[in-house]
């Protein structure tokens, strides 16, 4: 008889379980499209007509869909001079900055010397400190030095490393052991050369993230361009598509700037559902560290 | 023997300040990186903030000492994006409650985990400038989604988001919930995996109940994740800005969606009051500190690890 109960017991668990676990996935699925829906209306604003999106009623498919307004975003040069003007800071700080931070982090890593906690905590100080501390003396700085009528404001700082990439990427040395430090001198390397040569291409993994989420950054970053880019030729793409929306809205032309948006969205959603694993991964570590 | 010892000595040391001195090489770029861009302007910020400095006069030969500070501090427009910053960090509980909700029920996923996570982080890798934009238009007063739904759902026309003095906050306040959920869904989702799972099966041999198991086990043991999400949103929301700016512009009706860093901006930048918008900057820094080791302090009183 109390045999039975338990089993029956169990059983019930296990229906009760199978009912929780239906009736989760059907909340987490309304809270998913929920999150995404903004999105989507997004997308199907920038299929729309005019009349259409100034109907006021709620309608979430275009029609008819017109797919004009990408043309008109792609044919505007200062959109695509927006484009260019970000890939022309991308590509010299990823360069540049990924290896003054990895070669910072090696030394951090895997070097002995005199101050090394010192430095390291002066660098790790300034994750701490806002950038809208120092954004005043830095425009002073950049506006002396003659630079706020090109990108070098964006460019010059970020090549000089980022210390959460040099954070991240002496963690992930740590776990590589010391000995390959050893046998390295043994075999006649120099300093540089056993970085170069040893333990960067076993930090390939981190650097990449780390470079990744990077671009992202630099991809989406609105403030720093906003203060210190003083001529329109310079903008980037993020400062380009705010006065897109300032311009066009009075326009109610909601189509053409829901399609600049989108188009500047595009890299980075693309890259993170390629890489998704890694970067999810990568972020939930910082919180545990 | 003793000779031998010596030079023995003599030459590590010798191999010690060549790896000294390769090291300080290494390590050169960031930090000149940190003297120029970072220190400098930080010492700068210091010394105009004490300067009645517009970026055109002379900085030294308008110093006022702590007059922008007091000028700061009796300012109504200073204290409206003060109290603002803060309302729009009633949104910090709501994010992390609704994270730890999704990501407990995330990790009764096995199959769909993946997918959701994914799902629920893509707006916050979304550009944040194209993702204000996009819900400005949801927020818009006439023909926006929001107020669309709400008319075909009561037949009533919905509030003036982003025009009206209270619910511009509001409207803040939804837009970045929307945008970091993700961040501490990942979070609290990695977290609650690191708990052993025999701890649960203990305390269901005992007799717990699904409440109890989540206060005495889930709770305590997630509390790093809390404090961490805590103290990143804390400092996030003190610089909050670029929604402000993209979704109305000049701060709202009557400054009412203005932040602190919004306070700022506004004077240097567009009043070029730049001495006077340093002293705010150094008001931030300070605040930003105080959060830092306020909860540090408090970590231990209400963290509990592991071990």
Known sequence: MKQRKDLSDHYMKSKKQKIGDVVVFILLAIGAVAMIFPLIYMVATSFMTKNQILSGTLTLFPDPILIGKYREVLSKGQFISGIFNTVKVEIPVLLFGGFTSSLAAFAFAKMNFRGKNAFFMALLATIMIPFAVVMIPQYVLFTKLGWTNSLLPLIIPGCFGNVSMIFFLRQNLYSIPNELMDAAKLDGCGYFGTYFRVFLPLMKGALGTQLMLWFMGIWNDYLAPTIFLRSEKNWTLQVVIRSFNSYYAIQSDYALIMAASVIAMIPTLLLFFIFQRIIIESIAISGIK | ?307
């Open chain 2, 1 to 307: 023997m003793m000779q031998k010892a010596v030079t023995k000595k003599h030459q590590i040391s010798e191999m010690a300040k060549r790896e000294e001195r390769w090291a300080w090489l290494f390590i050169a770029a960031p930090f000149v990186g940190f003297l120029f861009f970072m220190a400098y302007p930080i010492g700068f910020a210091i010394f105009a903030s004490f300067s009645r400095w517009t970026g055109v006069n002379s900085l030294t030969g308008n110093l006022v000492g702590f007059k922008n500070y007091a000028d700061i501090l009796t300012d109504a427009k200073f204290w409206k994006s003060m109290v603002t910053t803060l309302i729009y960090m009633i949104g910090i509980p709501i994010g992390m409650f609704l994270g730890l909700a999704i990501a407990m029920g995330l990790n009764r996923m096995k199959h769909t985990r993946r997918f959701f996570t994914t799902v629920y982080y893509v707006p916050v890798v979304s550009s944040l400038v194209a993702v204000s934009i996009l819900w400005a238009w949801v927020f818009n007063y006439d023909y926006g989604l929001l107020n669309s739904m709400i008319k075909a759902l009561t037949g009533i026309h919905g509030p003036n988001w982003l025009g009206d003095e209270f619910w511009v906050k509001v409207a803040m306040i939804i837009f970045m919930t929307w945008k970091g959920l993700g961040g501490s869904i990942i979070l609290y989702l990695a977290g609650l995996q690191n708990i052993p799972r025999d701890y649960y099966e203990a305390a269901k041999i005992d007799g717990a109940n699904g409440w109890q198991l989540f206060k005495n086990i889930t709770i305590p043991l997630i509390s790093p994740v809390t404090f961490y999400i805590l103290i990143t949103s804390l400092i996030g929301g003190f610089q909050v800005f670029v929604e402000v700016q993209v979704m109305t512009g000049n701060g709202g009706t009557n400054y009412s969606a203005a932040t602190i860093v919004f306070y700022l901006f506004d004077k240097a930048f567009n009043n070029s009051q730049l001495g006077y918008g340093c002293a705010v900057a150094v008001i931030l820094a300070l605040i930003i500190f105080l959060i830092t080791a306020l909860n540090f302090k408090g970590q231990d009183k209400w963290v509990s690890t592991m071990d």
